[in-house]
């Protein structure tokens, strides 16, 4: 665990340059716009260890898979994001010298991420080995206003010398992923232009032929008074130059303003014209009015979707910036965009897809962003239901049975571990959940009809035809399986799997009612499409959800994970002596299989999902036992646990998980920070507020919330989107605070108890529960 980044409740905030922390930075200080995204790499030269990166958004690579074996139904490729042009680079020399923070000596070092504004700043002082000192301030950012551009200001200050500063703006396309094999490039050359201070690179990926044009506009100014510049070219690289004679204090100011256009987007033999119409309006526009528009934006964006909390800078930080890099990271404005683990932050998990958006992102974007935001990442799914199928066939199934990939760009399955790709099933239940949660939330049965019946009927299918029947048990059993604890691999009726496949089968069958009885002549579209057979296929599907086995130990009264669990060298997690965790990186594979801890929340998630099933005593009594025996190894563990622990009225453990979410990158928990943000466990940070101490779920088509304020904080505050209602709840000891901003009433629950909340303030006593 790190704790280098000071407290502030708006800002990220590095001071003093440590070498050694620097590819931590640069996860930390990450910026985006749901477009493209940023590592904060520095725009000098810097020949530190580092890890330069550009994304752009839905473009990929189809890699080769990562095992030295094929078996039917496996994947054929590993997708991975690409490193795209680097659009920041400036090479500056100073009297021959370049300016590199590896090798002069830093001074006055600062580094902020303006999360209000979303903005990166950076100021330094740099003395070069021949006693020349500089300084140097850069603020840069990626519109949200235009998702196709970006922006840049560098200011460097002659200090202490009389001599020649040549600068050399730059965009670079010759660059390579971390994990490449031989420096092995992954993107050719197809077009570049300069005209004036203006540079124009199209590159193309290899396979995929996906065509992206980097444009960048540089403008330099010594004294205030704007220079010429000399075109630069090489293969794969066009670049801006000048050089100044400088004295003393003088100060040299460079705007640089740039896009990124896709073919996802535009016909690839219009993309160049594309650019220019897209720098030529950006650039009418300059620094400055762009840099208010996006704090104008952001300011926006916060007005809907803050959380403050008074009393806790750590955790008011914390909580901002979990919602800042969300925000950055999907914007809902393309249903061929989802959202990966390390959003445009890093290169690990090749920047797919995977469960965590439905199980965990979808809460966040329903309730703070337009609700075609999060209907966007249900259509994302539906447009892959036909290689969900597909996928499904190749495994073996049939009629029409679908499972959705592990890990996917475009709806194909591209994750290489065996026991993941055929064995995490449980994802299909992720998928059908946040069908059910989405309409819960936003009332739009509508979305059945058009989209989610056609989903369910197929991960019904494929449930129906997973399970087989144990003469021994008299019941339907699940074979061969790993659960969300991914310290398990091949085992058989995962509690959570088989409860996940139940309720599936159930609600499918719910469903189909819906849609007959919403739109008849839909509904016998979806029937003849799908080939559903209804009497037989609903009465198997009930059959299985009625008769499904679930492990059970009657000593511990809990849910077993799976069977077998109880086989298991029962150590406490608390008896584990500390040098031997994190258990990924210090104990072998076999080792961790063999052992009782979990990596994250497993029986405990499908308590959090079906919670309006258990009793508070059961509850506890899982909660205890399997708490005890997690090592907490995934971003997406605390944040359950946390949840769960404020519905039990544990203050502790509750206050314990969120900090350790919320904070879980900013402090680096998990030693892995370098690498990439986890950005879809950041949406847990979120839930552990509003659904763990505001304790806000949505009961018979009502609000409902149990408060729990934790003592670190005097009081809370958010503000959601429901229903096309605008609300703010604020919280303190005593109090539930709402103000409802719209023209219409609403009736909520606090401790099952109705009010009716008119527009306007509404003031809600509480006594929080003793259970």
Not at 395 to 410: K, Q, S
Not at 667 to 673: C, H
Not at 708 to 724: D, V
Request: charged share 25%; hydrophobic share 35%; proline share 2%.
């Amino acid at each position: 665990m790190k704790n280098y980044i000071k407290a502030d409740e708006w800002n990220i905030v590095e001071e003093g340059f440590d070498p050694h922390l620097n590819k931590i930075s640069e996860s930390l200080f990450s910026i985006g716009n749901g477009r493209m995204g940023q590592r904060a790499n520095f725009e000098e030269d810097y020949t530190g260890e580092t890890l330069q990166g550009n994304y752009v958004a839905g473009v990929y690579y189809p890699d080769k898979t990562r095992v030295g074996w094929w078996k039917n139904g496996y994947p054929e490729y590993f997708a991975k994001v690409l490193n795209a042009t680097n659009w920041i680079g400036l090479n500056i020399q100073i009297d021959g010298e370049t300016l590199d923070l590896n090798t002069a000596t830093v001074g006055d070092f600062k580094r902020v991420l303006n999360m209000k504004e979303g903005t990166l700043s950076r100021h330094f002082t740099a003395k070069l080995k021949s006693g020349k000192m500089v300084q140097v301030e850069s603020i840069r950012f990626c519109s949200i206003v235009d998702d196709e551009v970006a922006a840049l200001h560098y200011r460097i200050k002659a200090l202490n010398f009389k001599g020649q500063i040549s600068i050399t703006s730059f965009i670079d396309g010759d660059v390579k992923n971390q994990d490449s094999n031989y420096d092995e490039k992954f993107w050719e050359e197809v077009a570049q232009q300069q005209e004036k201070n203006t540079d124009y690179l199209v590159l193309r990926t290899k396979k995929t032929e996906f065509d992206v044009c980097t444009v960048s506009q540089t403008s330099i100014f010594k004294n205030a008074e704007l220079q010429t510049l000399s075109p630069v070219t090489k293969d794969k690289y066009l670049g801006q130059q000048a050089s100044f004679a400088v004295v003393q204090n003088e100060v040299i100011d460079l705007y640089k303003i740039a896009a990124n256009l896709s073919s996802q987007n535009y016909d690839k033999s219009d993309l160049l014209s594309a650019a220019k119409a897209t720098i030529l309006k950006a650039a009418e526009k300059g620094f400055e009015q762009l840099k208010q528009e996006q704090a104008i934006a952001w300011a926006q964006k916060w007005e809907e979707g803050d959380i403050v909390i008074e009393g806790d800078v750590a955790a008011q930080q914390a909580i901002r910036f979990n919602i800042f890099q969300l925000n950055q990271t999907y914007t809902g404005k393309d249903a061929r965009l989802n959202i990966g683990p390390k959003g445009f932050t890093g290169e690990k998990y090749g920047g797919s897809t995977y469960w965590d958006t439905e199980a965990y992102c979808i809460p966040f974007y329903l309730s703070v962003a337009p609700q075609e935001v999060a209907k966007n990442l249900l259509v994302y799914r539906y447009k892959h239901l036909d290689k969900a199928i597909e996928n499904a066939t190749k495994l073996g199934f049939n009629n029409g049975a679908a499972l959705y990939p592990m890990v996917t760009m475009n709806g194909e399955e591209c994750h290489n571990e065996w026991e993941i790709t055929f064995e995490e099933i449980h994802r299909n239940g992720a998928i059908a959940f946040a069908i059910f949660n989405y309409i819960r939330y936003t009332g739009d049965e509508r979305y059945l009809a058009d989209y989610g019946l056609e989903v369910l009927i197929g991960i019904a299918r494929f449930w129906k035809q997973r399970v087989n029947w144990s003469a021994e048990r008299n019941k339907f059993v699940m074979l061969g399986v790993t659960g969300p604890n991914e310290y398990e691999n091949n085992i058989n009726n995962n509690w959570y799997t088989n409860k996940l496949a139940a309720w599936c089968l159930t609600y499918a069958t719910e469903a189909a009612e819906k849609v007959k009885s919403l739109d008849p002549e839909q509904y016998l579209k979806i029937v003849e499409k799908t080939k559903l057979q209804e009497m037989s296929e609903f009465k198997d599907w009930n059959s299985v959800a009625t008769q499904m086995y679930y492990p059970y130990h009657e000593g511990e009264e809990v849910f077993l994970q799976q069977d077998g669990f109880m086989d298991k060298e029962q150590i406490l997690v608390k008896d584990l002596p500390a040098d031997q965790r994190p258990l990924n990186q210090k104990w072998s594979w076999d080792r961790i299989l063999r052992s009782c801890y979990i990596k994250q929340a497993d029986v405990l998630q499908g308590m959090y999902f079906f919670e309006e099933e258990f009793d508070l005593e059961t509850l506890r009594r899982n909660f205890n036992f399997y708490e005890s025996r997690t090592v907490h190894e995934s971003s997406l563990s605390p944040c359950v646990h946390s949840i769960l622990a404020a519905k039990l009225n544990d203050e502790e453990k509750a206050y314990e998980f969120y900090l350790r979410t919320a904070r879980l990158d900013l402090d680096d928990y998990n030693n892995d920070t370098e690498d990439g943000l986890h950005i879809t466990s950041m949406a847990g940070t979120w839930m552990s507020v509003v659904e763990g101490f505001a304790g806000m779920r949505v009961k018979e088509d009502k609000l409902a919330f149990q408060p729990f304020l934790p003592k670190n904080w005097a009081a809370f505050s958010f503000t959601i989107g429901f229903r096309g209602l605008q609300l703010k709840v604020q919280i303190n000891e005593s109090e539930l605070i709402i103000t409802n901003h719209s023209e219409e009433s609403l009736t909520l629950r606090v401790f099952e108890q109705e009010y009716a909340v008119p527009p306007g303030e509404k003031t809600i006593a509480y006594k929080t529960s003793l259970v």
